[in-house]
């Protein structure tokens, strides 16, 4: 196993094996905390607000003291308060919920930031 792969094991649970990554850690790790979460609605929700805070406290701060790029701050920040919005009935997720549908398509404009690329419509 390359260094880098290693590298990955250690970081994600994963193990990445002629350029086939396995997920199933990750995927299990999901299940578990979707069973924490579905015991532990009313702290879940809580744990959730405060981290939405945390976030976006971090991204102001970074912006005011590192000087970190207007524009992506405030897509994150305006991304985190939609999600702020969307707990508003947590856990109940309406798929057609004009806040829920927006706060997918925030995540559009980072995929090229991980290597995605953005889809395009064929007509």
Not at 13 to 23: A, I, L, W, Y
Not at 43 to 66: E, P, T
Not at 76 to 87: D, F, K, P, R, T
Request: with cysteine.
């Amino acid at each position: 196993m390359s260094s880098l792969a290693t590298f990955h094991y250690q970081l994600f649970g994963t193990r990445v094996s002629e350029g086939k990554v396995n997920f199933e850690p990750v995927a299990s790790g999901l299940y578990y905390l979707s069973e924490l979460v579905e015991e532990h609605t009313v702290l879940a929700k809580k744990l959730l607000m405060q981290l939405i805070y945390g976030v976006v406290a971090i991204q102001v701060l970074l912006l005011a003291v590192d000087g970190f790029p207007l524009a992506l701050s405030a897509l994150s920040v305006g991304s985190h308060v939609i999600y702020a919005q969307n707990l508003r009935r947590f856990p109940i997720v309406k798929l057609t919920d004009p806040l829920f549908l927006i706060s997918c398509g925030r995540c559009l404009p980072n995929l090229p930031t991980f290597g995605v690329e953005t889809p395009r419509l064929v007509l």
